[in-house]
């Protein structure tokens, strides 16, 4: 239970965060952004509350369960340290997502197009350091036809793709100071190379296994 009071305390935090500012927000609150940074997503403050704080909830209790349900759970033995940190860091994600909605709610200014892009960022560096530490496993990682086939299609596709997130949470990071003309553009091509890449590669290393 002791690797679980990090999130659980994190959860209690955001719940006494929102208590403590839920008298000053609005009773619309801010939902979602879009790209210009411009609100196009309000909702009432009781269901942006059980929203926000029930997606950090649900994401937590869902990692939580996922080894105790997961058929070949004997594995997660073997990369419990780098499951745990990628359980903190998406729990530490929701957390700043809430404080993030509470307190621009409350009318604090923040820019929206630096602060998202570099939490993404770094949660991709920190996924990716561990990624090549993951077995083989029916929820976590890149589950493909080909890497659950095989233990070395598996080895493999992960050490290529902790590479490729690593660098996408680079370049992530520093996107939001580039020209705001290629800021899209170039997004859209590092998610179809991180999505792609692995599917692609755990293919033709499979292919080339059999031969």
Known sequence: ???????LLLIGLAVLFWLVFYQ?????????????????????????FLFNIGNMALMY????FIPKIDPKKKNY????????VTMYSIVVLFFIINV???LTGAGYDFNIHLLIPILVGLFFIVFGNYMQTLKTNWFFGI???????NETVWRKT???????FIIAGVIFIIIPFLEESIIIPLSVIVLAIIFITPIAYSYIIHKKSQH
């Not at 209790?61 to 939580?64: A, D, R």
């Open 1 to 7: 239970m002791n690797k679980h009071r990090f999130p």
């Open 24 to 48: 000053q927000l609005p009773e619309d609150m801010p939902m979602q952004w879009g790209a210009d940074g411009s609100v196009n997503w309000t909702a009432p403050k009781i269901i942006a």
């Open 61 to 64: 209790f869902i990692l939580y």
């Open 77 to 84: 033995r073997q990369f419990s340290k780098g499951y745990y």
């Open 100 to 102: 993030f909605v509470v």
């Open 143 to 149: 589950r493909t036809p080909w890497t659950l086939d």
């Open 158 to 164: 992960h050490r290529l793709t902790a590479k490729i």
